[in-house]
Structures are given as C-alpha cells and as structure tokens.
Nanobody
C-alpha cells in the first residue's frame, strides 16, 4: 500500500525559503512523484514532478526557484522552494503514480495522494 506524508509547510515572508518533504512508503520501481498545489478558489495545479530515474519536470512559474533532493535511506523526497512569493500561498500535496511522467501531468493522472501541507507567504 502506497502512503505519502507531507511536511515542511509554514508561514514565511516574501523572499523566504521552505523545504517541503514527502515521505513515501510502498512504492515499487518506475514511479513518478509529484508536487501539486491548490489555492483557495483555484484548481489544483502541478508544481514539479520527479521520476524514479532522476528526471524532473517543473512548472514555468516555479522552475527558477525550486529544486528536488532526496534521502533514499528515509524514502523521502524534498522540494526546496526559494524566493517565495505571496502567489505561492496554497496547500501543497504530494502525489504518486506509475509509471514515469513524461511531462507535467494533471491531478487525475495520479493514484496516490498525501494529506497536504500549508504554505503561506506574506508580503
């Protein structure tokens, strides 16, 4: 059974940084892990995708400001977010699917979801 647990959200001022964590268990090989976000009144949107072969995809709105890293011993994927803006304020979700993501996929393409972690950026 696949389980995803997010952490690392919080409240920061514009220009600050956060590192979001997605602790994953039950994943086999050839998977795609993704971060989505959803602001109040808006649709859920893709932020970044990470394939188990190491390839990545980033949304244009964040690609210059985010990077992935991972701790294989902890089965945890991290998303470092820098130069945060008020428009980054949203609930951030970790999601997983099989097999790889060849681009940025819509939420409906993902089978497994975490509960989310809130990111709030004040101006």
């Amino acid at each position: 059974q696949v389980q995803l647990v997010e952490s690392g959200g919080g409240s920061v001022q514009a220009g600050g940084s956060l590192r979001l964590s997605c602790a994953a268990s039950g994943l086999d090989s050839d998977f795609c892990l993704a971060w989505f976000r959803q602001a109040p009144g808006k649709e859920r949107e893709a932020v970044a995708h990470f394939n188990s072969d190491g390839t990545t995809r980033y949304a244009h709105s964040v690609e210059a400001r985010v990077t992935f890293s991972k701790d294989n011993a902890k089965n945890t994927l991290y998303l470092e977010m820098n130069s945060l803006k008020p428009e980054d304020t949203a609930m951030y979700y970790c999601a997983a699917r099989y097999p790889y993501c060849s681009g940025l996929y819509a939420p409906i393409m993902f089978d497994y979801w975490g509960q989310g972690t809130q990111v709030t950026v004040s101006s």
